[in-house]
Structures are given as C-alpha cells and as structure tokens.
C-alpha cells in the first residue's frame, strides 16, 4: 500500500549607500530559468585568485568606495550550483582580495538587476542564512583541501563564522543552521567565534559587502609565500539560487573544502596572539522546592585565556567557568526506552570541537555536555585548559576539566570529576585520514572511581564519490560488572554522486561499552543499515526543483540471542520546489522488541513482545524566507500494542531583519492496549534585533510530560567574538502536581576579550 501511495504522489507532481569608482554591473545576464549544461566530469584546471597587498587599508564601512579597492583584479564569473547547475549566475558578483600585515580583507560587490527583491534575513549574529540573501567565504588556510574557516554575512550585516573540518562529514546539508538548535555536531561547527569585522549597505544597484579578517584570527602554516584554498558562495534567495567562484557539483556543498579555488600572493605574517577574556557576575536566584529559603544573590568572577604557541597550534584556559548567557534547550518528547542527545551549546567546548569527534549516530566516544553536568543539574567547573589544532602535520586535540566544588558536601553525592581527552589524528590524500583517541573520568578524591576509553579510527577517500570510513573502541573501569563486552566497532560506506546517494553502516556494541566521556543511547546490539536514494531534477514544471525518491532499513539485534530490538523499513520521496517549500509523503514500517517490562508514562506498563506495523510520516514547510512560513509534520499508525496520532507544526513570523515569532506544537494522542495518554510539548519563540549586536530574545516553553512551564528571556550587547553584556531571566513553574513557582533567577554577566600581545 505504502509503495502504491508513493507513487501515485510522484506521478502527480511529474505531470503536473554610493560608490566610488567601482565598475557597474554587467549586462546581458543570464537567465535563471535558462536549461544548464551538463556539469564537466573532469576536473577542470584549479580557480585561482591573486590577493594584493596594500599598504593603506580600506575602511569597513561596506561602502566599498576606498581607493584600495581598485589595486585589486575583480573575481567573475560565478557558476550555479543549485538550480541549475553548471549554468551562469543569474546576477552577476565581484570579489576583490586585499592584504596588509594585519589582515586579509575582502570586497563584494552583489550586484542585483533587483534590488528591492533582497532578501535581508535576520539581524543577529550566526542566525541561518539560508533563507536570505547572503555571502559566504571559506579558507583553507592549511591548504589540506578538508578543513576551513568560514565567514558570511547577509543584507542586514550579521557576522557569520564557523569551522569545517572533514569536509563537513556528518554534518548534513548546508549546515548553514540556526546557532540554537545546532551545536556543533557533524563536521561544521557554527559555535566557533571569532575576532573579525564585516559591513554592508544597499542601492539600487545591489548590495555590497566589505570583510575584515585579522591573521591572528586565523590559524595557517607558516609559509612566505602561502597558498590557502578559498571559495566563495552566493545566495539569491527569491531565486533560491547558490552560485560558487570555485564551481561546486550539486551534490557537494561550501564545506567540499577539495573543490576550492586556491588564494595565491599573502605574505602571512608569523604572529603570536594572546588574548583573555575575564568576566564578572551578579544574580538572583531562588529554588522554591527548597522549603525555608528565600532569595540568594551570588556573585563571581572567572576568565577564559587564548594563547596562540604556534600558527597551527592554540591553548585555551578556563578559570571558574560560567555558561549563564547560554540557551536553554528545547523540551523534547521521549517516548522511547532510550536516552534523548541534547547538542552541545557552551562557547568553550565548541571552538575545534571536531578535532575530538569520533563516533557517530548515538555512539559519540566523546560528548562534552557530559562535564558540568549530572543529573541534568548544573555542576560548576572549576577549571581546565585545551591544546588544539596542527602540529608536525597531525590534528591534534588535548583536553582536561575539573569540576565540582572544593568542598563536596556542597554538592551532596556529586563529588566532581577530572575529565582528560586526548585525540590525534593525520590527514592523508583524498578525503583520507588515521586517528586515534583516549578519554578518562577519574573522581575527585575517590580511590577506584575511573573510566577509560581507548579507540581507532579511519577514513580513506576513493575516488571523488566513495568515501569508507571506521572506528573501534573498548571502554575500561574497575567496576567488574563491565569487563565482558566492553567493545564498539564501525564500518560505513557513502556514495554520492549527481544523481544517486547510498550509505551502508554495520556496528556492533557490547553490552559492557561504557564511554563515560561519551554518550551512547543503547548497548548490546548488532546493526546493519542501508540508504538509497536517487535525485530527479525534471526541467518542467519549473515550479518543481527537485524529486528525491528513498528507502531505508535499519535493524538492531542483541548479539547473544539474535533477538530483534528494533527495525524500520522508510519509504519516502521529498518534492522540493523552486520556493524552498518541499513536502515528503513518508510511510515506515517499524518493529519493536522488549525482553522486558517497559513504562512507557506513570501507570502505563508495555509488557514484553515483539509489535510491528506500518504508520505515515509526512513532513511539510512552506516558504522559510516569506513574512509568514509554516512548517509541520505528521505520524499516524501502528504504536506498539496500539496506535498513535502525533501531529506537529510551527508557525513563523519574520518582520523585515528587525523581529522574528514562531509558534510551535507537539502533541501525541496514544492509544493502547494498556492505557490511553496524551502528551504534549509546546513553546514561543520570540526575537528583537536592534542592530546586529543587540538583540532580546526569549523562549517560553509547555511540558505537560515533565509538569513544568518555563521561560527564558535574555538581552544581549555584543562586543567581538561573542564577549559583552548579557541579562538573562529564567522562571520555572508547576503546573499541575508540581503547582506553583519552583524556580526564578535573574543573571547579570558581562565579558570582554582584551589582547595581552599580538593582535
């Protein structure tokens, strides 16, 4: 039936500020629903750019109107990648590349035949630029064709900056993504924040963009006369259109570091830089489940320090570290007997952050919301430090934490811990790499209270489409209880080309692995899974971008018995349209096993079985750059014993770059053999941006699973790298057997990076 629907779905979509002497735009420009060529197979003779140095740089005021501007030979002749790949841009772009012995600076004109059909986007900084306009650079600055620093902005002038490494392996899509809700998992990191200046203004010609990028922001090998990767995107948003300087397949994206053009004629200063970012703290705070108290008011101090030892390599130090100006997270719903991963947001565990990735889909050797965490309860950190980036030609990563209290009857059972990580990795042609990895929690004063983990990994590139990759790792701690089957094992394929993807992944992990360092939602299992899907790019109705048929199955065994835990066969296509709307019709069949009694919510017990059926997955969005966009999904069908109807959905309001509201829901009406519940998760998100960096921003979230009502409103005035002031107001309510306030606080917190040497 599943099969049937599907295709009837396919058939019916297949049939159915002024400038100064800078040169204007050029005519005659190429028309964006033009067919475009084939994409060449070979590899065409590498881009490359020329950076001139100059001796009085250009002011950043986005007005590109310096005479410097004008020593610089203009970079044309932007390619498509989406959605036409292979064909001229729609509207033609201009890049110059200065440099002096402090910075690289970099001139974008965007010319734009119209102008008032520019998308601004947001005007607060790392918000997604996806759906807007934007501009986005990336250096190679190792010119290891794998890893990068990326810089961006939009129409409203927001700073935008991330790391790739890998090539964005795991990191899905664009990665392009809003800074709340994307940690910095896969391979591109959003978190990272670096010292650096961008401007922009607007005519009526296009809009224009001017970049400031300090060296000692950077991190590059030491070389007189260096050659850096470098690409450069643009997006025209009413087009959906991503155009390239360096041309990109359409089945890659920025993050495919080995297709950029090359940047030739920096004379990179061998700079040493320290900076340290000292902060101050004033709160008031009350726990209403504590009975017999009333309103603490404590204050601290702490800093953070950067040092940079080499131009490859760069030591953190935290003192007393504090996360008050971080987002909360989302509730989410948990209807499964496995644990939910929550991303990583704190600003000190996320710069580099992949230098200590291994692990992937629910088996992260290394999970650093695991330190200054217990429980779900905060537990202070006192202090570490982190040695990161290249060193003799390896990656490397170093990493020690201790937390907890210097008094442990403070914190009740929550002692504290050290936390040591160490990772060390060599990057080899192709897309190829070795590494290895190390990770302890030892507690603080207790003799015999330790975990290890020991691991291995590889990737190895063949070719430009086949990518292999593994990892295997044993966990070790004196607890006895854990000495059987302390391994986990890895082995995945990818496959991508222009018009098909394919991954395949077995893994195997013993019913003793225990990273303590890590996070792993399952144990004692066999898995297998495959992925196929194929892209349909039809050249009419050109409302339709593109078709993408797939299926998938996935299956988890406990590896004694062979018993069956889970499984799911997906079938689904996603029809994406010229707007960016796209709607995915999805049916799933999907298995569920328990050798055990499982309480699924108080007073509803799923007793042991094997429970099988099929149920519909459908997903939707409109439009994500229009005033007002929705998007929702829905699951309906089989639930284990019973049934469960799960609809969803968000409603966003975007006035201009000014304000953001977006509304959303989602509720479980389930129904089974041993009981019927309702669970429910809702939440407002709401945003003012007074300029790029002031912003108020607030999130007011509904759990009636957990019984709690909760906000979060926080202010910001940013200064560079993410430092400022920040007043946050948290509140948590009952509302039902917990009724009444359980707990408010107000937060006052302000920072500011000062250079101790370099800069």
Do not use: C
Request: glycine share 12%; charged share 20%.
């Amino acid at each position: 039936m599943a099969l049937g629907i599907y295709s009837l779905f396919t058939a019916a979509l297949l049939v159915g500020p002024v400038l100064g002497p800078v040169p204007g735009p050029p005519s005659g420009l190429a028309d964006p629903g033009a067919l475009a060529p084939a994409f060449p197979s070979a590899d065409p003779e590498r881009t490359s750019a020329q950076a001139i140095r100059v001796e009085a740089a250009p002011v950043i005021d986005g007005r590109l109107d310096d005479e410097a501007w004008q020593e610089a030979e203009p970079l044309t002749g932007f390619i498509q990648r989406a959605p036409r790949d292979g064909a001229p841009a729609s509207e033609p772009t201009e890049v110059r590349v200065l440099y002096d012995d402090h910075a690289v600076y970099i001139g974008v004109w965007l010319w734009d035949s119209n102008a008032q059909g520019i998308v601004e986007g947001p005007a607060i900084r790392d918000s997604r630029l996806d759906d807007s306009d934007a501009v986005i650079l990336i250096f190679d600055t190792f010119h290891d064709r794998q890893n990068g620093f990326v810089f961006g902005t939009n129409p409203s002038g927001i700073e935008y900056d991330g790391q790739v490494t890998d090539e964005g392996r795991g990191g899905g899509g664009m990665g392009f993504g809003s800074r709340a809700q994307g940690g910095a998992g896969g391979g591109f990191n959003l978190n990272w924040d670096g010292s650096w200046t961008v401007a922009t203004s607007r005519d009526h010609r296009g809009w224009y963009a001017e970049f400031r990028i300090p060296f000692s922001t950077l991190r590059y090998a030491d070389a007189e006369d260096a050659v850096w990767g470098f690409n450069v995107m643009r997006q025209i948003r009413r087009f959906n259109e991503e155009s390239y300087w360096s041309p990109i397949p359409r089945q890659y994206n920025l993050h495919r570091v080995s297709m950029a053009g090359e940047l030739r004629g920096l004379e990179v200063p061998a700079r040493r830089q320290a900076t340290v970012t000292p902060y101050v703290l004033q709160a008031a705070d009350r726990d209403y489940r504590a009975l017999g108290t009333g309103f603490n008011y404590p204050s601290d101090v702490g800093a953070d320090a950067k040092v940079q030892l080499t131009q490859g390599l760069t030591l953190d130090l935290t003192l007393n570290t504090d996360f008050a100006q971080v987002e909360v997270d989302n509730q989410q719903v948990n209807l499964s007997r496995f644990s939910l991963f929550f991303p990583e947001k704190r600003p000190f565990f996320l710069e580099n952050s992949g230098a200590f990735r291994v692990g992937t889909g629910g088996s992260e050797l290394f999970f650093s919301r695991r330190i200054g965490i217990e429980g779900g309860a905060p537990v202070p950190i006192r202090g570490g430090g982190r040695l990161s980036g290249r060193a003799g030609g390896f990656n490397v990563g170093l990493l020690h934490i201790q937390t907890g209290l210097d008094d442990p009857l403070e914190l009740g059972a929550a002692h504290g811990n050290s936390f040591s990580v160490a990772r060390v990795a060599r990057e080899l042609p192709n897309r190829s790499q070795v590494g290895t990895f190390f990770g302890e929690r030892r507690g603080r004063g207790l003799d015999g209270d330790w975990n290890r983990t020991y691991a291995v990994d590889g990737q190895m590139g063949l070719g430009d489409a086949l990518t292999l990759s593994s990892f295997a790792g044993i966990t070790d701690s004196p607890d006895e209880a854990r000495q059987g089957r302390n391994h986990v094992f890895n082995l995945s394929g990818l496959y991508t080309s222009r018009e098909w993807r394919l991954m395949g992944t077995y893994r195997e992990m013993g019913e003793d692995f225990n990273p303590e360092v890590g996070f792993v939602n399952r144990r004692d299992y066999r898995t297998g899974s495959g992925f196929v899907m194929h892209y349909i790019r039809p050249e009419s109705p050109t409302w339709l971008r593109e078709i993408r048929p797939h299926v998938s199955y996935n299956t988890y065994r406990s590896i004694e018995t062979g018993f069956e835990q889970s499984a799911r066969l997906h079938v689904d296509s996603h029809f994406e349209f010229s707007t960016g709307a796209h709607f995915e019709p999805a049916f799933n069949w999907v298995r569920e096993g328990l050798e055990r009694p499982f309480q699924i919510v108080d007073g509803v017990v799923i007793q042991p079985g094997t429970y099988d059926g099929w149920e519909a997955a459908w997903r939707f969005n409109t439009n994500q750059s229009a005033p007002f966009s929705v998007s929702g999904s829905l699951n309906a069908g089989h639930f284990l014993s019973g049934s469960r109807i799960n609809p969803s959905g968000t409603v966003t309001y975007r006035h201009g770059s000014s304000a953001t509201l977006a509304f959303n829901v989602d509720h479980n009406r389930v129904k089974l053999e041993e009981g019927e519940f309702d669970v429910t998760v809702s939440g407002l998100r709401a945003g003012y941006f007074f300029t790029p960096r002031i912003y108020l921003q607030s999130l007011i979230q509904y759990a009636d699973q957990i019984d709690t009502f909760s906000a979060n409103v926080r202010f910001g005035w940013l200064n560079t790298a993410g430092t400022g002031l920040f007043i946050v107001y948290n509140d948590q309510q009952g509302i039902d057997n917990l009724r009444g306030p359980l707990q408010r606080s107000l937060i006052v917190k302000y920072n500011r990076q000062f250079s101790v040497w370099g800069g």
